[in-house]
């Protein structure tokens, strides 16, 4: 009897892993539309952004403004799932040290993701949302120069 009893609880904690190991990836899935080449073009300049999946739990995005023939915005990104939370974690080079700001997922649905970061200046608010399968649109917000800002780009899928 002692062995089944053993048996039934190592079998029922193994599937629970197996659950938890599932449902983790979860909120990094739902993110599968943002995977591919983007682009905005304005008369400000052209902004590209390009996903692209790493693994199960990290997607990872370049993402360039150019006017003309110079670069005004570089900045890599990574969105991570560890655990049961998302992450979306941005580089900008020549602010911050270098160091990547990291914003956290507020609010998830299978057509938008908004994250936040209350203590950044700017922007405090990223979100990506789908509008058809081939474009969306990124807004960012926060404050500047003790301003509230925002800014949206529409963008369509290149490839």
């Known amino acids: 009897m002692f062995h089944k009893s053993t048996l039934a609880l190592l079998l029922l904690a193994f599937v629970s892993c197996k659950n938890s190991d599932a449902n983790e990836k979860e909120k990094i899935k739902a993110a599968n539309w943002l995977l591919g080449n983007w682009e905005s073009k304005s008369v400000e300049g052209n902004l590209t952004e390009t ?9 990872q995005a370049q993402s360039y403004f150019i006017k003309e023939k110079d670069t005004l915005h570089f900045e890599s990104i990574t969105l991570q799932q560890k655990g049961d939370k998302l992450t979306y974690s941005a580089t900008v080079k020549g602010q ?3 160091k990547a700001v990291t914003f956290k997922l507020t609010t998830g649905t299978e057509k938008q993701m908004v994250f936040e970061n209350p203590k950044h ?4 608010k990223i979100i990506y949302t789908q509008i058809t ?3 969306l649109v990124a807004n960012i917000s926060g404050i500047q120069q003790g301003k509230p800002s925002s800014e949206q780009f529409s963008m369509k899928k290149i490839k």
Not at 51 to 59: A, P, Q
Not at 121 to 124: A, M, R, W
Request: hydrophobic share 15%.
């Open 96 to 98: 911050n040290n270098d």
């Open 133 to 135: 399968k081939d474009s």
């Open 121 to 124: 200046d700017y922007p405090k």
């Open 51 to 59: 996903w692209e999946k790493v693994n199960d739990s990290t997607f």
